[in-house]
């Protein structure tokens, strides 16, 4: 008569290593007293989520500020939904925005005492435990069909009972080990079911480091846990892989929390110590006044490409995803708005228990704040390592003088207040266009001049020549204004708006008008930054140069 040793030969006649040989293997980690062990474990199937990136941010950061260790494990064993690349992708992104793993899964290579980091290069080690389970009697084949798992759901549906598998419906649950023997023998496919001794009507005390303590449904669900294809099933790769890889801290979005008795329940079987859980609030979207997930289907913004692409900072989005991840955050951040966000100690309890509704336009603020309080030569280099991924164009610009990009960036900037003209590297681009001759006769081509229909081109000819001629470009900026006041005067403009309105009759416009009119000349548009120092960047000579080919061509 057939017994259990002889079940577990023939599922697994490879030779397999202990729990003990396990356990030795991957000793306690040797760290100090209080340090965290946290991982992010994404599926290869495709690009970095936003919210993928606030859980890994978070993951990341408990780990810093305890003198821990953040790992990356790829939890690559869904073969139908993974995508080739992908793994080394996620990881390119996540370097991106400084998010990177002291350990595991770095590519094409791996770092780290406690691999594979692949789940899909584990596998001695889930056969390993599951062999275990089914000698102490908590594992077994499952032959169930998919007809007969059809049947059990109608039926379950008919009786308005909780959906699975479990007490009467786990028909392979007490299946005679010789009749799976003889099953598994003729080749009839079959999986590995966990045994649980759960019941679905009674609560479990549970602990969430965000959460505090809950009262949870017990799991008496038996859940496949060794797939047809011989690959573990998420559930119970994740509790193996935290406990040998010494996970401390697992870090989670809230969809996962009603997975959390199953995941207890799979520690309490192996008699292992299961890690803390912390839930994070799912990042929200509002679709026609309800909220929802944000969604990798339908919101551009839930891929982290889409802040690269357009040429956001990497640390504003960080910024913003660290302000909805404690409520204090924002009040340290006015307050020293450049320093490292490492220098913020972030705490489980300070995370609100509702989701986030992202707000770009909150991150856009933080993206103006970020680039105008930093140096120039920095945005500088940013913006131009951009650029070379994205605008090859404009990277050429740039190269061409790298001093020159700095001087335009640098406009306004050395001051308390300074100005807040960009939100992205693409807006600087757009905004100093002109500053370049080939970008600059282009748009001249293009566009028609937005010239103040109030004046006749007579006029606004004769004015921009009088500029060229006698404006003063070696006087520091009050004095050069009073000699562009000057010329106005000249040509019956008044010094200001005001004096303009007060005397109608004797003036046809006022000082502003005048500097809009060389503005345009010079920019081909009403708006850009400080005039002055636009003339002191382009220089005397190639004004000169545009305002005449602007009088002899477009007045």
């Known amino acids: 008569m057939s017994n259990i040793d002889d079940l577990i030969g023939k599922i697994f006649p490879q030779k397999l290593p202990t729990i003990a040989e396990l356990e030795a293997r991957f000793p306690a980690r040797d760290l100090p007293n209080g340090a965290l062990v946290t991982r992010f474990a994404p599926s290869p199937t495709g690009f970095l989520h936003t919210g993928s990136l606030f859980t890994a941010l978070i993951a990341q950061k408990v780990a810093k500020q305890t003198g821990g260790i953040f790992m990356l494990r790829l939890e690559d064993t ?94 392979y649950r007490d299946y005679p080990v010789e009749e799976a023997l003889k099953l598994i023998k003729q080749g009839v496919p079959y999986v590995i079911r966990f045994k649980s001794y759960g019941n679905h009507e009674n609560k479990i005390p549970a602990y969430d480091l965000i959460r505090g303590d809950l009262m949870l449904t017990e799991n008496d669900q038996d859940v496949v846990i060794l797939k047809g294809d011989g690959l573990p099933t998420y559930h119970f790769a994740h509790v193996v892989d935290d406990h040998f890889m010494r996970t401390t801290t697992v870090t989670r979005g809230e969809e996962w929390l009603s997975s959390l008795p199953l995941h207890l329940d799979l520690f309490a079987a192996l008699k292992w110590k299961h890690p803390d859980y912390a839930h994070l609030p799912v990042i929200n979207k509002l679709d026609n006044g309800n909220k929802r997930k944000l969604s990798k289907r339908k919101d551009p913004e839930a891929a982290v490409s889409f802040f690269l692409e357009d040429g956001y900072p990497p640390i504003a989005l960080l910024t913003y995803l660290m302000s909805i991840a404690n409520s204090n955050f924002e009040e340290w951040w006015a307050l020293q708005p450049l320093a490292p966000l490492n220098d913020f100690e972030f705490t489980f309890t300070k995370m609100s228990l509702e989701g986030a509704l992202f707000d770009i336009d909150k991150v856009r603020f933080f993206a103006k704040e970020i680039i105008a309080q930093q140096k120039a030569q920095q945005v500088a280099r940013d913006a131009n390592e951009f650029a070379k991924r994205y605008l090859p164009a404009y990277a050429k610009l740039i190269e061409k003088d790298f001093d020159y990009f700095v001087k335009i960036i640098n406009i306004e900037r050395d001051k308390p207040n300074p100005r807040k003209d960009y939100t992205t590297y693409r807006d600087i681009y757009q905004a100093m266009q002109f500053f370049y001759d080939e970008c600059y006769y282009k748009m001249l081509a293009d566009n028609p001049l937005p010239f103040n229909p109030q004046y006749d081109p007579t006029t606004i000819k004769t004015i921009l020549l009088d500029i060229s001629e006698n404006l003063d470009f070696s006087l520091p900026e009050e004095s050069w204004f009073s000699s562009l006041k000057e010329i106005a005067f000249r040509h019956k403009f008044a010094a200001n708006l005001k004096t303009y309105k007060k005397e109608p009759d004797i003036y046809i416009g006022h000082t502003g008008d005048v500097a809009e009119m060389l503005r345009i000349t010079l920019t081909t548009s009403k708006n850009s930054p400080n005039l002055f120092y636009v003339l002191q960047i382009i220089g005397r000579k190639r004004v000169q140069e545009r305002i005449a080919l602007v009088v002899e061509k477009y007045l």
């Open 78 to 171: 869904d073969t139908k939904r993974e995508i080739s690349g992908a793994g080394e992708k996620l990881l390119g992104e996540m370097a991106e925005f400084s998010v990177i793993p002291d350990e595991g899964f770095l590519g094409q290579a791996e770092k780290g005492h406690y691999g594979p980091y692949l789940q899909s290069q584990r596998a001695d080690i889930y056969c390993a435990v599951i062999k275990y389970l089914l000698k102490i009697g908590r594992a077994y084949p499952c032959f169930a069909t998919t007809e007969e798992l059809e049947m059990m759901r109608s039926e379950q549906e008919a009786e308005h009972l909780i959906p699975g598998y479990y007490g009467r419906f786990a028909k």
